[in-house]
């Protein structure tokens, strides 16, 4: 039988430690997102506007006064190529891209559009440390309006058209295909808008600074997809229970049910240390008694190397759970196996 109630000694090896990558890149995009949304229309107009020739949209941002690097930032997003990507191409950019002329000549792709196949031909890439902020896409970039340079045009050619180019597969660029909608409005408006429909529920409506949040929201998402449609996964829920006397019932970051019966799920990862923890180490004797005396089960998701820092705060949370696991996918299998066993 699965073992869920872990010493923290167990749980310190399982944990991440550090904040994923991945959630790193969508908190910094959940940053961003207001401007975007912002700005989608007037971004929408231009590329509406763009439909004599493929590279129409360059005079149209210089004489709009639109800053390049918020329409390469939207390109990015809406081609979901952002830091890693764009770090990787630049990092492989010349044994992917052919070169016109010999040694001094330049690198070039080709694309197709309305079925005629054009050259692009690149202005300044490759470049050294090619990523968000030499881009300027990056959060403190994007206060900067820029107006239209080379390395922003090569970018911006790249992310309409690379799907279409022979060397889409080697760069990662399959999805960077915009640019084939050019002149179809009503096409290039839906895809604008559902794809930005998409990205605001990937960032779970999240706010600055809000990686916490975006933790819940990569949890909930994995114990929709792994739970049966039996199970009713409620953020910030509460469970009303006989001896806890405040208004609504005892909170808890999630709480999953299935008919009658409820978990209650407390979710920390805090790569420096903070009070949070400890405040939860407080409760945790007298929440699981409550708990157990109505019936019902809790778990934590705990991990980040600042809370791993208050050992003895975790090891008393440890010995008032029911299920406790680190925060990673396969952690998270553990925890919806947990929840499938007790409901």
């Given at each position: 039988m699965a073992k869920y109630n872990r010493s923290i000694n167990e749980l310190r090896t399982r944990a991440a430690l550090w904040w994923p990558e991945e959630l790193k890149n969508?908190?910094?995009?959940?940053?961003v997102l207001p401007l975007l949304l912002k700005t989608q229309e007037?971004?929408?107009?231009?590329?509406?506007?763009?439909?004599n020739d493929p590279f129409q949209l360059f005079d149209l941002i210089k004489v709009a006064k639109y800053p390049s690097n918020l329409f390469l930032k939207h390109?990015?997003?809406?081609?979901?190529?952002?830091?890693?990507?764009?770090?990787?191409?630049?990092?492989?950019?010349?044994?992917i891209f052919p070169k016109r002329g010999g040694e001094k000549g330049k690198y070039y792709f080709d694309f197709?559009?309305?079925?005629?196949?054009?050259?692009?031909?690149?202005?300044?890439?490759?470049?050294s440390g090619l990523n968000n902020k030499k881009l300027f896409i990056d959060g403190e970039g994007l206060i900067i309006e820029k107006g239209l340079d080379n390395l922003t045009c090569?970018?911006?050619?790249?992310?309409?058209?690379?799907?279409?180019?022979?060397?889409?597969?080697q760069a990662g660029l399959c999805a960077c295909e915009i640019g084939t909608m050019l002149g179809n409005e009503d096409v290039l408006i839906k895809y604008v808008k559902q794809r930005y429909i998409t990205v605001s529920r990937i960032t779970g409506g999240a706010t600055a600074n809000s990686l916490g949040q975006l933790a819940q929201t990569e949890i909930v998402?994995?114990?929709?997809?792994?739970?049966?449609?039996?199970?009713?996964?409620?953020?910030?829920?509460?469970?009303?229970?006989?001896?806890?006397?405040?208004?609504?019932?005892?909170?808890?970051d999630l709480v999953v049910e299935k008919g009658t019966k409820k978990v209650g799920i407390e979710v920390t990862f805090q790569v420096t240390t903070n009070s949070t923890i400890e405040r939860k180490a407080g409760q945790a004797a007298d929440r699981q008694t409550?708990?157990?005396?109505?019936?019902?089960?809790?778990?934590?998701?705990?991990?980040?190397?600042g809370n791993f820092q208050r050992s003895s705060a975790i090891s008393t949370i440890c010995d008032h759970s029911d299920c406790t696991v680190a925060y990673t996918i396969a952690e998270f299998k553990v925890l919806s196996n947990w929840i499938k066993t007790v409901l």
């Open positions: 969508k908190n910094a995009l959940a940053n007037d971004f929408l107009r231009l590329i509406v506007l763009s439909k390109l990015a997003v809406l081609a979901d190529y952002g830091g890693e990507p764009i770090q990787r191409l630049g990092r492989s950019f010349k044994e197709i559009w309305k079925e005629k196949t054009y050259r692009y031909e690149f202005k300044a890439l490759p470049v090569d970018m911006i050619e790249l992310l309409l058209f690379a799907s279409t180019s022979d060397y889409a597969d998402d994995f114990l929709v997809n792994d739970l049966s449609g039996e199970y009713k996964i409620i953020r910030n829920g509460y469970i009303a229970i006989d001896g806890y006397d405040k208004k609504g019932g005892m909170p808890f409550l708990m157990h005396k109505n019936g019902y089960q809790i778990a934590y998701v705990i991990d980040g190397a």
